[in-house]
């Protein structure tokens, strides 16, 4: 979006693998800067930065160094904004039990939940004020997206892991206990945060 807006862009991404997808996802872009770098480490230079955002991998930051890089590469009256989306887990009969799904077969579920990001908002942007608001967004998926998204979270046990094939029968009779037309919604608060880092 940001892209198509006109901005110039400069992807941060220590991953080899992801940042090589993303410079084929985003190459036709003129203004896309692809950077192998970190949140706490971005290479950038100082002062050159009106906007730092960060989605899902906020929740994987050093809080205290990546604060001190964004103060750094930001111009004065620069915005930092963080954004995720937190999955509703009691709202709906199938959103209860896909919690209870990643409560029991999870390899670290409790410890890496976004709600423990969100409760420690403050202290990142502190000693300076930011704001909150919160969307709700929904995505209706079938189970093949519905797995994807279950393998693709860093709790997931992997395929050598004895947990890994009784979670996924467990999945799949999730899916076909509540599916509708061959879908599931899953549903979230879409988070985001935003203020001036001094």
């Known amino acids: 979006m940001l892209l198509e807006n006109g901005n110039r862009v400069f992807g941060i991404e220590p991953n080899d693998e992801m940042r090589r997808a993303g410079e084929s996802f985003l190459g036709s872009y003129a203004n896309f800067t692809s950077v192998a770098g970190t ?18 991998a906020a929740h994987w930051f050093d809080r205290v160094k990546a604060r001190r890089e964004f103060i750094r590469i930001l111009k004065p009256g620069g915005w930092a904004v ?9 709202s709906t009969s199938f959103l209860r039990e896909y919690e209870h799904l990643l409560l ?13 990001t969100t409760a420690q908002i403050a202290d990142f942007f502190a ?15 079938d189970y093949s997206a519905l797995e994807g998204r279950l393998l693709s979270s860093s709790y997931t046990p992997t395929p050598d892991h004895a947990n890994y094939e009784p979670m996924l029968r467990e999945l799949r009779r999730i899916f076909e206990a509540h599916q ?19």
Do not use: C, K
């Not at 949140?39 to 899902?56: C, M, N």
């Not at 963080?82 to 009691?90: I, M």
């Not at 000693?127 to 998926?141: G, I, L, T, W």
């Open 180 to 198: 509708i037309n061959h879908r599931v919604s899953l549903e979230y608060n879409t988070l985001v945060y935003y203020g001036q880092l001094s």
């Open 82 to 90: 963080l954004l995720w989306n937190e999955r509703r887990t009691d």
């Open 39 to 56: 949140a706490e480490a971005t290479t950038l230079p100082s002062h050159r930065v009106d906007l730092i955002t960060a989605a899902q």
């Open 127 to 141: 000693p300076s004020p930011f704001r909150s608001r919160a969307f709700e967004m929904r995505q209706d998926v």
């Open 104 to 116: 029991t077969y999870g390899t670290d579920y409790h410890e890496v939940r976004h709600e423990r």
